[in-house]
Every structure is written in structure tokens, then in C-alpha cells.
């Protein structure tokens, strides 16, 4: 493809995206902002940016972290969306931001495994405590396991996982995970992470333990590979005081060439622990993924039969490379009746409630009824010049959709500089009460960035518009200095929302992290947010975080 024509089209699209800027569209997915810890994304949920879906289920990979194989969590992440990588993928540098935080910081190369404790406390709020405890050990390479427990601040304490992995070099099985576990078959349309679906026991008591807060499959995976040919076995269990949620799962692929095929089986139940009444989801599909030089293309076709009514699902995803630009791309159309216990594959955070009277339960669904589509490209314009823009739509129903349209441009300056200006716009309809509504949201943000070997600057200056309220202003601040005395010391300062020369949204740490030994990590943070609302304290965080390398 000839090389001009192409940075033609990328700049040609990019226009089109600023003129589509002005006018009304729709969003939800991509956003700029980094949430560097928990305490960061319960402000975003505070201030409205995250809803308590999206909380729950970022908190809890915040705590626990993305492992390698479990990449496929990065769709949970707002603006990082998984596609399966290349040798020669491209990524944009905010991307990069986002994951940081969910990513495993495991020291596999100088330890074993580690104990990690974070105590945090409110000394204005009648010194309100919690914390964080987890501990991780592989035995050998054959023998791992992972435990953790959690209080919240309001006292809330429990078990978050407990998980035995065990690995074997011999055919017929390879790995068996025992507990807690987060799994994606295929593109996840039958099989994936939907995050917690049951509520939990808020003590440390033998329900927490063997039930405990956790958004994945609680029960047995056991994995084998023959040759070309892969499969799987899964079963889980969850539960709290009202209903049981069942869940066995198989799948058998096999390669040929370049092409991945695969049939994949699931049986759902969900009973109601009172009056036994239940309702049972019968999932089957047909998975195929075709590799190629610069990329892939994969699909991946439900049928659904079962209590919760027939239907069925359609996913496609790929992503291609070509000089000097990268395409990702997804489609989906999900069933009227589509059940929604099991799945994490593409959707748009498009959510409908779905109440099953039989067994009395509401269900939050982002899948069922959803129809949609995305398109993001990352191009290399020049050695030191990078777009990227997206595009996406998503609507459930004739009234409830999602359209968003965004773009950046950043430019790599001299000495360590970065510059960087991002346009995003926001539109959602939904249909409350047979009450149409609509909000939409305009940004457009300036960013400078500076790196060197032991100082990073991020500096963030955005501009908001949307119909609900007047033109707001936001400013950014975030400096990471390395010492050899102190280590790493950290300062964060958001003014989310100034508006009428008015402060009213700031929230801002102080973070110092430094190894005492080789061993180690000692951190210390000190958090305060202030809001001009007359209903909600500000309030001030201290937490204290000892990990260490074992």
C-alpha cells in the first residue's frame, strides 16, 4: 500500500473527527483519565465519572492485578480495550498510563512470591480504618497460590480470593486452578469475566471463605493440550443469602495452519435459595480466529436455549498493521433474550436492568439487546508524530444508545518532551420511564509530558462542555520524582472541576514509596479531596503500605 495514500487517509479521517466534534454525538468508552490506585477511582465514582458497576469491578482488578494470561481483562479498563498483540503492535502512551496501575508487579525475578499489607484510616471520620492483605508464593514451578482478605473503611471485612494452581509437564492436563479464577474462552461470548454477580458475606466468617467477594468463577479450571489440540473444563459456584449460581463449562480447539477452530459448551443455573424455583441458561458456540503476517481476524457465533428464553450472539474482532498505522476493530450484536450470567466479550457499557421473576432477581446486563460496533486506529504520521482517533457506536432498544467519536495527536518535542491534544464527545440516550433523556459531553484537553531518568511530569489542561451544566475546567498535575535517599516520591493534584473561577472539585496525594531492604517496599500516602458541596465532607486519607519480596 502506498505509504503517502495512507498518511492521507489518516489525516483526512482525523479532520473529519474535529468537524464531527462540533456536532451532537454519543459516548461512553474512551476517556484520558489514570486511576493510579483504589483511592483514586472510589473520587472518580464519588465526582460521577465511573458508576458503581464500573467501580466494583476496577477496584477489584486494581487489588488483584492483571497477570499475563489474563489480558483479556484490559476491556474492563476505560480507553484500553484488548485486542490480541503482534510482534509489531502499536499502542498510544495514555494506553500505556491506564494499564499501569492493574498491571502484576510481582518481582518474579528476584523473588518467589510476596506479603503485602496496606492499612489506610479517615482521622476525621472518627478515625475510620481498613485494609488490604494478600500473599502470593510459588512454591516451584509446579505449585503457586494466591490468598487475600480486605476490611473497607466502613467495616465492612471479608475474603477476596484464595486460589491453588498446579501445574504438570505431562499430558492429558497441564494446569488445574482450584478456587478463585478469571477465565475467557474464545472471544468470551459464552465464557468470560462478567464481574461479581452475588452479593458477599461482609465478615471473615466460613460463608466469606468458601464464597468470598470476587467477580470471576469460584470452583475448579482444568486445562489440557495434546498437539494442535487445546481444551478445558470448568465448573463454578457462588452464592449469598438469596440465590445459587451454577456454572459448568467445556471447550475443545484445535489448529490447522493459521486458522484456530473451536466448539465451546456451557450450562448456567440460577435458583432461588427460598422457593428452589430455577432458571437455566444453555450456551453453545462456534469460535474461529484466522492469523495472518499483520494481523488477525476472529469470530464467534452463540446459540442459547434454556429458562432465560432462546437467542443468540455474534462477535467480531480483529486487528491489522500496516505501514505506518494500526487498525483494531470489533462488532457485535447481541439477542433480545441474551442472558447475561457469564459472558465478557465486546460490548459498550450500555446497561439494561433485566428482572426474572421466578426466580426474583435483577440483573444489570450490558449485553442483552446490544447491537454495536468499534473502530480505533494508532498511526505514525512522522518519527515523532502519532494520531489516534476511535469511533463507536452501541444501542439496545429503539431509544438507549451509545455513539462516541475521539482523536489525538501527540508530538514526541526535544529533551524528553511530549505534547499531546485529545478531543473526545459524549452523547447518551436512554429511555427511563418511557422518559427519553440525552447528555452530552465535549472535551477537549492539552497535555505535556517530560521524562528523564528520575523525573516524570505529566501536566493536563481540559476544557468541558456538556447540557446539563455550564463550561468547566480541569487541571492535572502529576510529578514522579526518584531519589536516592527517599526513593520514589509522588505528587497528584486534579482540579476536576473549576467552574465560574470556582474550585469545586480537587483531590490530591502525596506519595512516597522506597525498598528498606532489598526485600522490602515500604509506602506512605496522604490523600485529601475537598468538594464545594454542602452534602459531602472532605476528607482526608492516610495509608501506610508494607510489601514484601519472599
Known amino acids: 500500500m502506498n505509504t503517502s495514500l495512507v498518511k492521507f487517509h489518516i489525516a483526512g479521517t482525523f479532520i473529519f473527527l474535529i468537524i464531527l466534534f462540533t456536532q451532537t454525538l454519543t459516548a461512553t468508552e474512551w476517556t484520558y483519565e489514570v486511576y493510579p490506585s483504589e483511592d483514586e477511582l472510589l473520587e ?73 499489607y496496606r492499612f489506610q484510616m479517615r482521622p476525621n471520620e472518627d478515625d475510620k480504618s481498613g485494609y488490604r ?39 492429558p492436563v497441564n494446569k488445574i486452578i482450584i478456587g478463585s479464577f478469571r477465565h475467557r474462552i474464545g472471544l468470551g461470548s459464552v465464557i468470560g469475566f462478567r464481574g461479581r454477580m452475588v452479593k458477599f458475606d461482609d465478615e471473615l466468617s466460613r460463608e466469606s471463605l468458601i464464597y468470598p467477594d470476587f467477580g470471576g468463577f469460584n470452583g475448579l479450571l482444568v486445562r489440557g493440550q495434546n498437539g494442535n489440540l487445546d481444551y478445558e473444563f470448568l465448573t463454578s459456584k457462588q452464592r449469598d443469602d438469596i440465590h445459587n449460581m451454577t456454572t459448568t463449562a467445556g471447550d475443545l480447539f484445535f489448529e490447522v495452519g493459521q486458522l484456530r477452530a473451536g466448539i465451546i459448551f456451557a450450562l448456567t443455573e440460577v435458583s432461588n435459595r427460598s422457593t428452589n424455583a430455577a432458571l437455566t441458561d444453555t450456551k453453545s458456540a462456534l469460535s474461529l480466529k484466522y492469523k495472518y503476517r499483520h494481523g488477525y481476524v476472529a469470530s464467534e457465533a452463540t446459540i442459547q436455549s434454556g429458562g432465560f428464553g432462546s437467542s443468540g450472539a455474534i462477535v467480531i474482532e480483529g486487528r491489522h498493521r500496516f505501514e505506518p498505522a494500526e487498525i483494531r476493530y470489533s462488532l457485535w450484536d447481541y439477542g433480545d433474550d441474551f442472558a447475561d450470567y457469564t459472558s465478557g466479550s465486546k460490548s459498550s457499557n450500555l446497561r439494561q436492568y433485566q428482572y426474572y421473576n421466578d426466580i426474583d432477581y435483577k440483573i444489570s446486563s450490558r449485553r442483552t439487546g446490544q447491537r454495536g460496533g468499534m473502530f480505533r486506529t494508532v498511526a505514525v504520521l512522522a518519527d515523532n508524530l502519532r ?83 455550564q463550561t468547566y475546567f480541569s487541571l492535572l498535575t502529576d510529578i514522579k520524582l526518584n531519589t536516592k535517599i527517599a526513593g520514589e516520591i509522588r505528587f497528584w493534584s486534579n482540579f476536576s472541576r473549576i467552574k465560574n473561577g470556582m474550585v469545586e472539585y480537587w483531590y490530591g496525594f502525596v506519595e512516597q514509596q522506597r525498598d528498606l531492604f532489598d526485600q522490602l517496599l515500604l509506602g506512605i500516602k496522604l490523600s485529601h479531596a475537598y468538594t464545594k458541596s454542602q452534602t459531602v465532607a472532605d476528607r482526608t486519607t492516610i495509608s501506610v503500605e508494607l510489601r514484601a519480596f519472599i
Do not use: C
Open 44 to 116: 472518580a465514582y464519588l465526582r460521577g465519572d465511573i458508576d458503581t458497576t464500573e467501580y466494583i469491578t476496577l477496584a477489584e482488578l486494581n487489588n488483584l492485578e492483571i497477570t499475563g494470561g489474563e489480558s483479556f481483562l484490559l476491556d474492563q479498563i476505560p480507553n484500553v480495550t484488548y485486542f490480541q498483540p503482534g510482534g509489531d503492535s502499536l499502542a498510544s502512551a495514555t494506553e500505556l498510563l491506564q494499564l499501569e496501575p492493574f498491571a502484576s508487579s510481582l518481582k518474579t525475578n528476584r523473588s518467589s512470591g510476596d506479603i503485602e
Open 133 to 171: 492483605f494478600r500473599t502470593r508464593y510459588k512454591f516451584s514451578k509446579y505449585v503457586s497460590t494466591d490468598f487475600g482478605l480486605k476490611r473497607d473503611l466502613s467495616g465492612r471485612e471479608r475474603f477476596t480470593h484464595r486460589m491453588v494452581e498446579l501445574k504438570f509437564d505431562q499430558f
Open 387 to 469: 494520531l489516534i482517533s476511535s469511533a463507536l457506536y452501541a444501542e439496545a432498544g429503539p431509544v438507549n444508545s451509545n455513539t462516541e467519536l475521539s482523536a489525538a495527536i501527540s508530538l514526541d518535542l526535544t529533551n524528553g518532551w511530549e505534547g499531546k491534544i485529545d478531543l473526545i464527545n459524549k452523547n447518551r440516550k436512554r429511555d427511563i420511564s418511557n422518559n427519553a433523556t440525552a447528555s452530552d459531553v465535549r472535551k477537549i484537553a492539552s497535555e505535556l509530558k517530560y521524562r528523564s531518568l528520575n523525573t516524570n511530569i505529566r501536566t493536563r489542561f481540559s476544557i468541558n462542555d456538556d447540557n446539563k451544566s
